[in-house]
């Protein structure tokens, strides 16, 4: 489902803005994410167990995710929907792998994020597109 232009996007160090079901009294609240465009067309990311958006998740296993070039960029976005699942294995090497995308490891705290990660575990969340949507100026 993603084009070249999709996929060159989504290789960048950008966060997804990931969107799930919200509880009754709350409105939906996108939260950044590191993710990964997966060889199979998925989108992954990770996230603590106890997080409430796992939670959410648990319940009505549908997100919609939104990566957009930053701003002094010609405006370029790819927005995707669909089906969820959950996964208790894979977490912990996704953020592995990704940590070198988004962090420097000069900052000691980082390698701190590593290790409570390991000690708590991490769910795979994937998402399974079923409908994309794009703009590029």
Do not use: C
């Not at 900052?107 to 399974?128: A, C, F, M, T, Y």
């Amino acid at each position: 489902m993603f084009r070249d232009e999709d996929l060159a996007l989504l290789s960048r160090p950008l966060y997804a803005f990931l969107t799930v079901a919200p509880r009754e009294e709350r409105w939906p609240a996108p939260r950044p994410v590191w993710f990964e465009a997966a060889a199979d067309g998925t989108l992954q990311m990770f996230s603590e167990p106890g997080a409430p958006k796992v939670g959410r998740l648990r319940e009505h296993p549908r997100a919609s995710v939104v990566v957009a070039a930053p701003a002094g960029e010609p405006e370029h976005w790819v927005a995707a929907e669909g089906a969820v699942t959950l996964h208790d294995d894979g977490g912990l090497e996704l953020a592995t792998r990704l940590a070198p995308r988004y962090w420097t490891f000069d900052d000691p705290n980082h390698k701190l994020w590593l290790e409570q990660w390991r000690e708590s575990g991490l769910v795979r969340i994937v998402v399974h597109p079923e409908k994309v949507n794009r703009f590029s100026a």
